[in-house]
């Protein structure tokens, strides 16, 4: 069984927005419930079938580097109210995704193998190879969309078009640098490398915040430390803990999520490696073991209670 929609009435509910993974409801005017389903998304397509326990290694994964970065980066975070959810502060949130990249992997590779030098206003040298390492991290932001695919946008076209001031795109970058530093010695310990990542941020009280998840699967890749040296100079694949293994097996089956292509057949073998895979990430990442919630048949009257409670502690 897995969550893959909810359509929950809390009290003061002011909207629900079902975004390609979370249901995000409103409530009042400043509070945020974010639940993390067992959907999944690959080339911003939502895939048919929901992965097991998918949603609670998102949400405690975000929920472990939230709380590790509060001191130094401000976050929405008030509560984590279920395994599955988080609530917090709303914030207005930048129609931009800071993606900050340490190594040439993923869509920044594929685009450099087809012969693009700049990406988002970052130029990049001649003879560089799949995996990397970069000789800074660099970001490379993208658009954010609701429906369709992110854009590639350089920073000056990000302010030109009113996405964000100077100033803001300024703190959001400052943000970004921070946080995926400390991401990175969070990894190392770990014995993985945080390869690339995306953050997202808001507004909240005048000031800019980060909101969403972080250092998840979804939102980032980890390569292993011990093997990288070894792969690279061989020219292999690297061994990875992120979603890109579900984008490979998706190229691999002819679907890249361009026009008239199908989804190939998520069996109950593909979604059940994919959620061990996930399982292994969270345990691997946060160096916790991972503990299932209550079973997943139970898991909506569990998330409605859960957040009833936290709405009755708010509102006393």
């Known amino acids: 069984m897995s969550l893959t929609y909810t359509d929950f009435h809390f009290p003061a509910q002011t909207g629900v927005y079902h975004?390609?993974?979370?249901d995000v409801y409103s409530i009042g005017d400043d509070l945020l419930v974010m639940i993390a389903t067992d959907r999944i998304s690959a080339f911003d397509v939502v895939?048919?079938?929901g992965i097991p326990?998918?949603?609670q290694v998102l949400n405690q994964i975000a929920n472990y580097f939230l709380d590790a970065t509060a001191a130094e980066i401000p976050n929405w975070k008030l509560a984590e109210v279920d395994p599955m959810v988080t609530a917090g502060v709303r914030a207005?949130?930048?129609?931009?995704e800071m993606i900050i990249?340490?190594?040439?992997?993923?869509?920044?590779w594929r685009d450099y193998a087809a012969g693009n030098r700049t990406i988002c206003g970052v130029t990049l040298p001649e003879g560089l190879h799949e995996n990397e390492k970069l000789s800074e991290p660099i970001i490379t932001p993208t658009t954010k969309a609701d429906e369709g695919h992110d854009m590639n946008i350089a920073p000056a076209d990000i302010i030109a078009q009113g996405l964000?001031?100077?100033?803001?795109?300024a703190q959001?970058?400052?943000?970004?640098r921070r946080l995926f530093e400390i991401g990175t010695k969070m990894a190392a310990e770990k014995g993985l490398i945080l390869v690339d990542t995306k953050y997202e941020f808001g507004k909240h009280d005048g000031k800019v915040i980060l909101i969403d998840e972080i250092h998840t699967p979804d939102s980032s890749r980890y390569f292993y430390a011990d093997s990288y040296a070894e792969l690279f100079a061989a020219g292999k694949p690297q061994r990875q803990l992120s979603k890109e293994f579900v984008r490979q097996w998706l190229m691999e089956n002819g679907f890249m999520g361009r026009p008239g292509e199908k989804v190939p057949e998520m069996t109950e073998e593909v979604c059940r490696s994919i959620s061990e895979r996930y399982i292994e990430l969270y345990e691997h990442v946060t160096g916790l073991k991972f503990v299932p919630a209550s079973d997943d048949a139970a898991a909506e009257k569990r998330i409605e209670t859960g957040v009833l409670d936290f709405l009755a502690t708010v509102h006393e």
Request: glycine residues 14%; aromatic residues 14%.
């Open 53 to 55: 326990y998918k949603g």
């Open 164 to 169: 964000a001031t100077a100033e803001e795109y």
């Open 101 to 108: 990249r340490g190594y040439l992997a993923g869509s920044a």
């Open 92 to 96: 207005e949130g930048f129609r931009v």
């Open 47 to 49: 895939l048919p079938k």
């Open 172 to 176: 959001m970058e400052a943000y970004t």
């Open 19 to 22: 975004g390609k993974v979370r």
